[in-house]
């Protein structure tokens, strides 16, 4: 049952006598085409890019649909139920009178029925979406994007399947059982899609958007890929905003959490169809012509730097309205509370600093050097310091949030110290050589996250990872696995990170070199695959760690090779 929402009709060919009939062109092939014929294509052709403005959703359709006894809260499906063959929903009312431009019969689709002036025009974006989201969240949805790239809605034209392909036909085609082969579908949508050039992808809910869920969804954006058209992610105010607040809220680490799942959660083989035959076709394009793992890669990209640009804006509005203490108050909180989502999945050293640099001056202002959010500021400048090569000067500023950690508690039995000794570890180790040095400031602070939270803590696992590799640089292989199978034992637990989130690919990794140490080939390549998906999907392929994932698997394979030769 391909797509029966799209609708296409094929216009009947007329008899004209000799006289109705024009003079046939000669083509340059030596062929004949009649102009009459070439000039209706065309038009038909135009007729199925029209638009709808923005500003005409916005400003009277929404109307529409509450003066027609339904809300913005109504999903696509509530506005029109394409089971129901003898009730015309909110969407055929509007064209059941009038005679379709397309084809000459009565019952035109909603876009060809509007009246009002400069309220339709040649679309220029097409968005892609499900029929399970809300009317009120999609036209929220493309007046974000209209903010976002700064045009104005009433200039702004969207072809969106509902209204723009004639729901009348897609009935005469359900009543008679009829389907469009998907071939002649195939080429009809790529031409469309390529013709508009630009999709707007709706996203909501942003941790797990029912959009990536379904079949037809994720074919739009495979063809838009493909074709080189341009793909925005855009999402509803209300969930930019939910994002945002998660972001930085108390439990504002646990939210990046979230969205590395989501990220490493995306699958292009879960998502669904209501004809399992078109799920099947579908899922075979993307596997013969992509391949599962690349379109998985390049949509959690999408997301990703979807993600980023949210942050970076957000910070951006936030700078904009620093006016009174309140405001410097809660900027420098935003600007702490991102550092991780810009550290760990932008990898924006540069901006990272910028970023702490001015957080620190907000924060100092407000709360004073011995405050623990100026201490955040302050670790956050040393990380950016050691992001961007500047690793002496990175030490002694990682050093002075220390001090000042211990200040704040009395002591360095508490959290935010067991922290910065994790960041003073990785600029010895990484940026200086010293595995010593890094071994014991590793040690001490997982000695204190279990002590303060318990061995089997979610919150030991980072420290526990550290203090692993350096035993593993010194040859305590077992000791090292066994610290790497505790981690990835209580992570595959926790529900906020499972086997979907990249620490739990760092343990698959860490037990990996262990095994690869030991020569147990087989089983070390079987977990640097599973991290290596997971690092592509939130990362991408450019990253520091999935590179590091990527040659492991190649050296296992390459020694198993070996082995067999």
Same mark, same amino acid.
């Given at each position: 049952?391909?797509?029966?929402?799209?609708?296409?009709?094929?216009?009947?060919?007329?008899?004209?006598?000799?006289?109705?009939?024009?003079?046939?062109?000669?083509?340059?092939?030596?062929?004949? /085409?009649?102009?009459?014929?070439?000039?209706?294509?065309?038009?038909?052709?135009?007729?199925?890019?029209?638009?709808?403005?923005?500003?005409?959703?916005?400003?009277?359709?929404?109307?529409?649909?509450?003066?027609?006894?339904?809300?913005? /809260?109504?999903?696509?499906?509530?506005?029109?139920?394409?089971?129901?063959?003898?009730?015309?929903?909110?969407?055929?009312?509007?064209?059941?009178?009038?005679?379709?431009?397309?084809?000459?019969?009565?019952?035109?689709?909603?876009?060809?029925?509007?009246?009002?002036?400069?309220?339709?025009?040649?679309?220029?974006?097409?968005?892609?979406?499900?029929?399970?989201?809300?009317?009120?969240?999609?036209?929220?949805?493309?007046?974000?994007?209209?903010?976002?790239?700064?045009?104005?809605?009433?200039?702004?034209?969207?072809?969106?399947?509902?209204?723009?392909?004639?729901?009348?036909?897609?009935?005469?085609?359900?009543?008679?059982?009829?389907?469009?082969?998907?071939?002649?579908?195939?080429?009809?949508?790529?031409?469309?899609?390529?013709?508009?050039?630009?999709?707007?992808?709706?996203?909501?809910?942003?941790?797990?958007?029912?959009?990536?869920?379904?079949?037809?969804?994720?074919?739009?954006?495979?063809?838009?890929?493909?074709?080189?058209?341009?793909?925005?992610?855009?999402?509803?105010?209300?969930?930019?905003?939910?994002?945002?607040?998660?972001?930085?809220?108390?439990?504002?680490?646990?939210?990046?959490?979230?969205?590395?799942?989501?990220?490493?959660?995306?699958?292009?083989?879960?998502?669904?169809?209501?004809?399992?035959?078109?799920?099947?076709?579908?899922?075979?394009?993307?596997?013969?012509?992509?391949?599962?793992?690349?379109?998985?890669?390049?949509?959690?990209?999408?997301?990703?730097?979807?993600?980023?640009?949210?942050?970076?804006?957000?910070?951006?509005?936030?700078?904009?309205?620093?006016?009174?203490?309140?405001?410097?108050?809660?900027?420098?909180?935003?600007?702490?509370?991102?550092?991780?989502?810009?550290?760990?999945?932008?990898?924006?050293?540069?901006?990272?600093?910028?970023?702490?640099?001015?957080?620190?001056?907000?924060?100092?202002?407000?709360?004073?050097?011995?405050?623990?959010?100026?201490?955040?500021?302050?670790?956050?400048?040393?990380?950016?310091?050691?992001?961007?090569?500047?690793?002496?000067?990175?030490?002694?500023?990682?050093?002075?949030?220390?001090?000042?950690?211990?200040?704040?508690?009395?002591?360095?039995?508490?959290?935010?110290?067991?922290?910065?000794?994790?960041?003073?570890?990785?600029?010895?180790?990484?940026?200086?050589?010293?595995?010593?040095?890094?071994?014991?400031?590793?040690?001490?602070?997982? /000695?204190?996250?279990?002590?303060?939270?318990?061995?089997?803590?979610?919150?030991?696992?980072?420290?526990?990872?550290?203090?692993?590799?350096?035993?593993?640089?010194?040859?305590?292989?077992?000791?090292?696995?066994?610290?790497?199978?505790?981690?990835?034992?209580?992570?595959?637990?926790?529900?906020?990170?499972?086997?979907?989130?990249?620490?739990?690919?760092?343990?698959?990794?860490?037990?990996?070199?262990?095994?690869?140490?030991?020569?147990?080939?087989?089983?070390?390549?079987?977990?640097?695959?599973?991290?290596?998906?997971?690092?592509?999907?939130?990362?991408?392929?450019?990253?520091?760690?999935?590179?590091?994932?990527?040659?492991?698997?190649?050296?296992?394979?390459?020694?198993?090779?070996?082995?067999?030769?």
């Amino acid at each position: 049952m391909i797509h029966r929402l799209l609708g296409f009709s094929k216009s009947k060919k007329k008899d004209k006598s000799a006289k109705e009939q024009k003079t046939p062109i000669v083509k340059s092939d030596g062929g004949v /085409s009649d102009d009459s014929s070439i000039n209706e294509k065309k038009r038909v052709k135009d007729l199925g890019l029209k638009g709808i403005s923005v500003g005409y959703l916005a400003k009277k359709l929404l109307k529409d649909v509450v003066k027609a006894g339904l809300k913005k /809260s109504s999903t696509i499906k509530e506005l029109e139920n394409l089971e129901d063959f003898d009730h015309d929903g909110f969407i055929r009312k509007k064209g059941a009178s009038k005679i379709c431009p397309e084809d000459g019969k009565i019952g035109a689709a909603y876009v060809h029925s509007i009246l009002e002036p400069k309220a339709v025009g040649r679309a220029q974006i097409m968005l892609s979406y499900s029929w399970g989201y809300t009317i009120g969240d999609i036209v929220d949805t493309l007046q974000v994007y209209c903010h976002n790239s700064g045009k104005n809605p009433d200039h702004v034209y969207v072809w969106i399947c509902c209204f723009c392909i004639n729901q009348h036909r897609v009935i005469a085609m359900r009543r008679q059982k009829k389907d469009v082969p998907f071939d002649e579908f195939r080429s009809i949508f790529e031409q469309r899609v390529t013709e508009i050039g630009h999709i707007v992808a709706m996203m909501a809910p942003w941790q797990e958007p029912f959009y990536l869920t379904r079949i037809w969804c994720i074919f739009e954006m495979f063809t838009a890929k493909n074709n080189g058209s341009t793909i925005s992610i855009t999402m509803p105010s209300a969930e930019k905003e939910r994002f945002i607040k998660g972001l930085t809220s108390e439990d504002g680490i646990n939210q990046l959490d979230v969205l590395f799942t989501a990220l490493a959660k995306v699958e292009v083989t879960n998502a669904k169809a209501w004809a399992e035959e078109d799920r099947t076709k579908i899922l075979k394009i993307v596997e013969e012509e992509v391949g599962y793992a690349e379109f998985n890669i390049a949509v959690s990209g999408l997301l990703r730097e979807w993600a980023i640009g949210v942050v970076i804006a957000a910070v951006e509005e936030g700078r904009d309205q620093v006016e009174d203490d309140r405001s410097k108050k809660r900027h420098g909180e935003l600007l702490n509370t991102v550092r991780k989502l810009l550290i760990e999945i932008a990898v924006h050293g540069a901006r990272v600093l910028s970023m702490a640099k001015e957080a620190l001056i907000l924060n100092e202002e407000i709360h004073g050097h011995e405050n623990v959010h100026t201490a955040q500021s302050i670790l956050l400048v040393g990380v950016g310091l050691g992001m961007t090569g500047n690793l002496d000067e990175a030490l002694t500023t990682l050093k002075e949030a220390l001090e000042v950690y211990e200040i704040i508690h009395s002591g360095r039995e508490n959290e935010d110290v067991a922290e910065v000794l994790l960041k003073i570890g990785g600029i010895l180790y990484y940026g200086m050589g010293d595995e010593e040095g890094a071994l014991n400031v590793y040690s001490e602070s997982l /000695s204190t996250r279990e002590l303060l939270f318990g061995e089997d803590s979610i919150k030991t696992t980072t420290a526990r990872s550290n203090v692993a590799e350096m035993l593993g640089k010194k040859g305590e292989v077992d000791e090292s696995l066994r610290l790497n199978e505790l981690n990835l034992t209580i992570q595959m637990k926790c529900p906020g990170l499972g086997k979907y989130h990249p620490d739990t690919a760092n343990s698959m990794n860490n037990i990996g070199i262990a095994y690869a140490i030991k020569g147990e080939y087989d089983k070390a390549l079987e977990l640097f695959k599973s991290a290596l998906v997971i690092a592509e999907k939130v990362f991408g392929s450019d990253d520091y760690d999935t590179k590091d994932y990527r040659r492991n698997v190649a050296d296992a394979e390459r020694e198993i090779k070996n082995k067999q030769s």
